[in-house]
T-cell receptor, first 113, second 109 residues
Framework: IAGITQAPTSQILAAGRRMTLRCTQDMRHNAMYWYRQDLGLGLRLIHY???????GKGEVPDGYSVSRANTDDFPLTLASAVPSQTSVYFC????????????FGPGTRLTVL | GQNIDQPTEMTATEGAIVQINCTYQTSGFNGLFWYQQHAGEAPTFLSYNVLDGLEEKGRFSSFLSRSKGYSYLLLKELQMKDSASYLC??????????WGAGTKLIIKP
């Protein structure tokens, strides 16, 4: 079934630990995105990739890194987690055409203690 | 700065009509999206406006006025399953989406 998958579904993590959130899409979309969603705030862009091999910083990139080795995968890494990174993380992709709507994965609920 | 404003919460009755407003101030404009997000789920695409006017899609319609920095989402014949948050997002001059905080719509029988 075409779409985007994310893993894990949820995770509780000790502060200071390293964590990688996985995202895979099988729609052959060029662009991929990582957002965090916090109560009372809109989705905020962390990092994005317009095509395999390239990445860019979004609105809130500090403490996060990404890589885009191929079209399908776009992992997000927290090098040393802090409690303020407790959030729901959504991965999304788009085909780059018009209107270029984004398709979202089911999300990862991350709690940093 | 960039800003998207939506009401935090609205309540409506099953079978009625509701209008959810969105005003925006962004660096550039390359289109406006509405997404639906049920509690605990991912956002899903509802509509897209890039020119002024009304776009109708079944029970949902979306309106845009670029000169006023204003859009609304109109939901007709409300059903209980329409209880969700509705997110407004504007594509800015860098073609990135700026998101509002969303409007939680509560449908009462």
């Amino acid at each position: 079934i075409a779409g985007i998958t994310q893993a894990p579904t949820s995770q509780i993590l000790a502060a200071g630990r390293r964590m990688t959130l996985r995202c895979t899409q099988d729609m052959r979309h060029n662009a991929m995105y990582w957002y965090r969603q916090d109560l009372g705030l809109g989705l905020r862009l962390i990092h994005y990739s317009n095509t395999a091999g390239t990445t860019g910083k979004g609105e809130v990139p500090d403490g996060y890194s990404v890589s885009r080795a191929n079209t399908d995968d776009f992992p997000l890494t927290l090098a040393s987690a802090v409690p303020s990174q407790t959030s729901v993380y959504f991965c999304a992709s788009s085909d780059g055409g018009d209107p270029n709507e984004q398709f979202f994965g089911p999300g990862t609920r991350l709690t940093v203690l | 700065g960039q800003n998207i404003d939506q009401p935090t919460e609205m309540t409506a009755t099953e079978g009625a009509i509701v209008q959810i407003n969105c005003t925006y101030q962004t660096s550039g404009f390359n289109g406006l999206f509405w997404y639906q997000q049920h509690a605990g789920e991912a956002p899903t695409f509802l509509s897209y406006n890039v020119l002024d006017g009304l776009e109708e899609k079944g029970r949902f319609s979306s309106f845009l006025s670029r000169s006023k920095g204003y859009s609304y989402l109109l939901l007709k014949e409300l059903q209980m399953k329409d209880s969700a948050s509705y997110l407004c997002a504007v594509k800015d001059s860098n073609y990135q989406l700026i998101w509002g905080a969303g409007t939680k719509l509560i449908i009462k029988p």
